[in-house]
């Protein structure tokens, strides 16, 4: 009797994005607030990104399996972060 195990593999198409977390006046915003800024952003524009789950390293890269509905997006996100007064 020969018994095996197989897996299938799927190839998807990992993107890489490059985001740009910033103040409205301009100032970047610090390493320890970029993750609630990501995660707010995938909570508030869930339908706008097409339900994508994103996996980052909250400095610069945004990563995603298959693209997004547009090239180009800009959103605005509020957070409060008490430790910076913003």
Do not use: W
Request: glycine share 6%; aromatic share 12%; with cysteine.
């Amino acid at each position: 009797m020969l018994i095996s195990n197989y897996q299938r593999y799927f190839l998807y198409y990992l993107y890489r994005l490059q985001v740009n977390l910033k103040y409205e006046d301009d100032t970047p915003v610090g390493k320890g607030a970029g993750r609630s800024v990501i995660e707010k952003l995938q909570q508030t524009y869930a339908t706008e990104l097409a339900n994508k789950d994103f996996a980052c390293d909250v400095e610069k890269s945004l990563f995603t399996i298959g693209a997004l509905p547009q090239n180009i997006n800009e959103f605005t996100v509020v957070v409060e972060d008490v430790s910076t007064g913003k």
